[in-house]
Structure formats: C-alpha cells, structure tokens
T-cell receptor, first 113, second 116 residues
Framework: AQKVTQAQTEISVVEKEDVTLDCVYE???????LFWYKQPPSGELVFLIR??????QNEISGRYSWNFQKSTSSFNFTITASQVVDSAVYFC??????????FGSGTRLQVQP | DGGITQSPKYLFRKEGQNVTLSCEQN?????MYWYRQDPGQGLRLIYY???????QKGDIAEGYSVSREKKESFPLTVTSAQKNPTAFYLC???????????????FGEGSRLTVL
C-alpha cells in the first residue's frame, strides 16, 4: 500500500524566515515518483516538482529546495527567505505504477508580514 | 489558453438530490481524475479514467458516478447515496503513459459543494 505522511498540519512563520515542510512516504515499489504541489487560496493545485526514485540529487529552484533521502523515505521541501505570497497549503504526493497519485494531508503555511 | 475548467464553482444542494459537476480539458490529455478534499484529510481519489469509455473506482467511489464519453470531458455525479457530500471537488488530468503516475497532474480550480 502507498502512503504519504505530512505530519505538520500548520506552520506559521514571519517573512524572511526559512521553513521546511516534511514529507515521509511508504511504498514497496522500487520505481516511483514524488511530487510537491502548492494550493493557493484560489483552490487550484499548482505543480512544483517531480522526482523519480532513482534520482536522489537535491534540487534548488530559486528560493525553493528539495531534499530527497531514500534511506529515510523522505522528500522534504524548504523555502528560503519566505514571503507572504508563499502562504498556501502544500501537498506531497507519491505515484507508483499505473495507480493514481496518493496525496498527503497537506501542510498549511502562513507567512506573516 | 489550455487548461481544465470545472463548473460550477459553488453549488448548493438539498439532501436527496443528485448533482453533476462538470470537468472539461483542452490539453489533449488521456487520463482524468476526480479528487475530494476535506479539511485535514488531503485529497482522496474518487474515480479516474485513463481512456475514453473506461474508468476505475478510486478509494472513495461509493455514492459517486462518472462517465467518459469524450476525451475532453469527465463529469462527476454526486448521488443521494453519498452520505456526506459537502466538500471541495478537484478534477485533474495528465498525459497517459506506461507509467501513468510519472507525469504531473494539471488541476482545475475546483467545485465547492454544500448540502443544505
């Protein structure tokens, strides 16, 4: 069975602070994909990143960075120097085989000015 | 612009009534999905379709029905059998591949259903 756990329900930070959103996944498949999505107040989920199970390189995109560690089954997401526009709900998701994506319960990030 | 259009954005329903949520995409994607979002529970899969005239139940299909008569359309009907239908419903699509979950999902803006 596939499972994604986002233990942090809600995080509140002050602008310019760094923040890390945790994601832990479970799967028995050796080939899988991990995703992060952002859901702003408008409701539409926006794709941020995809990682496959064979690529453990960390990735940085502007203020965003992702740390994929197979040894701990984690795919954590860090926002550096957070901004108010980063306020949203963030979802981690797992994709294996031909099944639809399994999503975590989401982490609501509030960035205070 | 290419994308996914969901309608209506807000919908109110009386108990015992069926209601249909529309989802249309012009991305030429083969696979389409319906998710339900409840506070604190993330997204749960209701139904998905990888090709026209075929669809599969997701984790919480009871009380819902779908059809896939056209590639671009995947409507969801919330029937009176759904005991707790008040929720936010999201439609998504992706290009099908041998590993259908390797591609990113494109989402609509959602439909919020409230049962009075």
């Amino acid at each position: 069975a596939q499972k994604v756990t986002q233990a942090q329900t809600e995080i509140s930070v002050v602008e310019k602070e760094d923040v890390t959103l945790d994601c832990v996944y479970e799967t028995r498949d050796t080939t899988y994909y991990l995703f992060w999505y952002k859901q702003p107040p408008s409701g539409e989920l926006v794709f941020l990143i995809r990682r496959n199970s064979f690529d453990e390189q960390n990735e940085i995109s502007g203020r965003y960075s992702w740390n994929f560690q197979k040894s701990t089954s984690s795919f954590n997401f860090t926002i550096t120097a957070s901004q108010v526009v980063d306020s949203a709900v963030y979802f981690c998701a797992l994709g294996t085989g031909r099944r639809a994506l399994t999503f975590g319960s989401g982490t609501r990030l509030q960035v205070q000015p | 612009d290419g994308g996914i259009t969901q309608s209506p954005k807000y919908l109110f329903r009386k108990e015992g009534q069926n209601v249909t949520l529309s989802c249309e995409q012009n991305l030429n994607h083969d696979a389409m999905y319906w998710y339900r979002q409840d506070p604190g529970q993330g997204l749960r899969l209701i139904y998905y379709s990888q090709i026209v005239n075929d669809f599969q139940k997701g984790d919480i299909a009871e009380g819902y029905s779908v059809s896939r008569e056209k590639k671009e359309s995947f409507p969801l009907t919330v029937t009176s059998a759904q005991k707790n239908p008040t929720a936010f419903y999201l439609c998504a699509s992706t290009r099908a591949s041998r590993q259908v979950t390797s591609g990113e999902l494109f989402f609509g803006e959602g439909s919020r259903l409230t049962v009075l």
